[in-house]
């Protein structure tokens, strides 16, 4: 696809055309469905953004690509940013309060956010005839299929969706892509790739066929079938970016095991497993720390008195974490224990005396109203010290990716003492999920998460 532009201000024609390979291949496919990507890089947004373009002359047509949240639409070098990258180019006015685009035939682009389930009857009784889904594996699979209802066309247009995504082997596009992927392997099989085939969902299972008319003999005249490819692109066929911006191609690689074979490698099987997020090796033991710029003690509280725990329940941990202007991080000590609410109020602050005025503190606050309450009185209780709230709104196992990747790469290192094998031990036990004992690792991620970020009004 090659769009002439006429760039008035400078006398100009500008093309704006697809990358040769997979983002060609996307824009060039003819399936009613087709889902781009699998791996970070591919240039999956910008594709997204350019294919309603072909039909801008067209003054009924009307174009929705949906993000998860709102937040993903307007974030930095997003789909806003992008689109403004491209659009005024072709005449595109933009609706900043409203997240759309107007060209001068009054075609429109429109972005929105399906955050909750429910809001997919938000659209009951729009007509679009195009949708693009950045970043499908977000969305589940009502929010998407049910949009299939709302993909139809009175503008000449015949109605169809696109959609970017990542891999994710828990999600439902995994099974539902199975034929284009390798089951052994978990890598797409690149014979597949674009071809072509048929579905239709009876009763909630998913048919399908080589042909359409396999799946109408096999259901009768009235059977409706859709048909949809995937087209596997990683960073290699982005030339662009590994031109203008060599080093993501480092950074990639420097992400932690399991996200560095998703996003680079684009394999669908690969799963956080104990080992793979963080690694006893990773760990470097020192007899000191240099002089640190900054430090903090991050306090991961729990309730639990000692003589009522178990192996499975949790601990109060307080990770002192400093770094120095190198940007190298230096676990300093660990304080860990159980204890009933009282005893940790008072272990919090007699750790505070020992650690000086110049430790900053951090308090972990639950999401419900009790722990945003417990957290304040918290802060009360260390009044005198330097405290910040950092509201929990992500899994454990997102939280620790950060510093996950710091440890890799061998930026993160242990002052030597009693506590480092008790920390190793979880380290390398810990698999991201919620149940698993890592009352350290959050610790250390809500330490982590405060040396690199900004102070904002006494919460983080």
Known sequence: MTIPVEAALIGEVKEIRPQPGSQERSLGTSADISVYGGAAGAG????????????????????????????????????????????????????????????????????????????????????????????????????????????????????????????????????????????????????????????????????????????????????????????????????????????????????????????????????????????????????AAPALVDHIRYWDRAGTEAKKATAKTSWTAGCRMGKDAKGVYYITGMERFQGHPLEVELSLKNTATQDGRGVRIGIEQDPAQAGKMEALYQVRNLAGYNVMVNPVRESKGARVKPFSAQAKAGNVKLVRGQWNEDFLREAENFDGTEDCVSDQIDACSGAFLLLTSVKMAGVW
């Open 44 to 287: 999956k947004t910008f594709s997204l953004l350019m294919e309603p373009l072909r039909h801008i002359d067209n003054p009924r047509f009307g174009a929705v690509i949906f993000r998860r949240t709102y937040p993903q639409i307007t974030n930095e070098g997003g789909l806003w940013d992008t689109s403004a990258e491209i659009y005024p180019l072709c005449g595109g006015i933009p609706k900043s309060a409203t997240a759309e685009w107007i060209f001068p035939s009054g075609a429109k682009v429109k972005f929105a956010h399906m955050q909750y389930e429910d809001d997919r009857f938000q659209w009951d009784g729009a007509q679009i005839p195009f949708i693009g889904f950045d970043q499908l594996e977000s969305f589940s699979f009502r929010q998407f299929f049910y949009m299939l209802s709302r993909n139809r066309s009175t503008c000449g247009v015949v109605p169809y969706i696109r959609a970017t995504c990542n891999p994710d082997p828990d999600h439902w596009l995994r099974h539902f892509m199975a034929w284009w992927i390798d089951e052994k392997t978990g890598l797409p099989i690149m014979a597949r790739s674009g071809v072509i085939r048929w579905f239709v969902i009876l009763n909630n299972e998913t048919h399908w066929a080589d042909t359409k008319e396999e799946l109408t003999v096999r259901f009768g005249k009235t059977t409706r079938p859709k048909s949809f490819t995937f087209i596997p692109g990683n960073i290699r066929d982005n030339q662009i970016l590994l031109t203008q911006n060599p080093e993501y191609l480092a950074n990639l690689q420097a992400l932690p095991q399991v996200d560095m074979e998703r996003l680079l490698g684009g394999n669908w099987n690969v799963r956080e497993t104990a080992g793979t997020i963080l690694k006893r090796i990773w760990f470097e033991i020192v007899e």
